[in-house]
């Protein structure tokens, strides 16, 4: 799976940015999605991610303030990233993972196969 990510940039805190993911290679709708971050110094963390069947996971720092969702047609997953904190400074990343469960998302580098290019998350206190 190719991935391509887009929407991140300079923002406030407080203020709000949404992520894409552009997808090709595969049937996206075998696909499930996922979103990590890694910040300067730090290891690359989980953020969200959907399965399949559109159910969802999030890291408990991104719970309440980022809302994971798929556009199957679009071939597009996307991160809707509210109340931004400097502390979500990374850059981040999404990921694919081919086959497993319908209703699995996948938490853990591991989980997944293919992996986007990054894109840069800045937020300004």
């Known amino acids: 799976v190719q991935l391509q990510a887009s929407g991140g940039g300079l923002v406030q805190a407080g203020g709000s940015l949404r992520l894409s993911c552009a997808a090709s290679?595969?049937?996206?709708?075998?696909?499930?999605m996922g979103w990590f971050r890694q910040a300067p110094g730090k290891e690359r963390e989980f953020v969200a991610a959907?399965?399949?069947?559109?159910?969802?996971y999030y890291a408990d720092s991104a719970k309440g303030r980022f809302t994971i969702s798929r556009d199957n047609a679009k071939n597009t997953v996307y991160l809707q990233m509210n109340s931004l904190k400097p502390e979500d400074t990374a850059v981040y990343y999404c990921?694919?993972?081919?086959?497993?469960?319908?209703?699995?998302?996948?938490?853990?580098?591991?989980?997944?196969?293919?992996w986007g290019q990054g894109t840069q998350v800045t937020v300004s206190s």
């Open positions: 290679g595969r049937t996206f709708s075998n696909i499930a």
């Open positions: 990921a694919a993972r081919v086959g497993g469960s319908y209703y699995y998302s996948g938490r853990y580098e591991h989980e997944y196969n293919d």
């Open positions: 959907i399965a399949r069947s559109g159910s969802t």
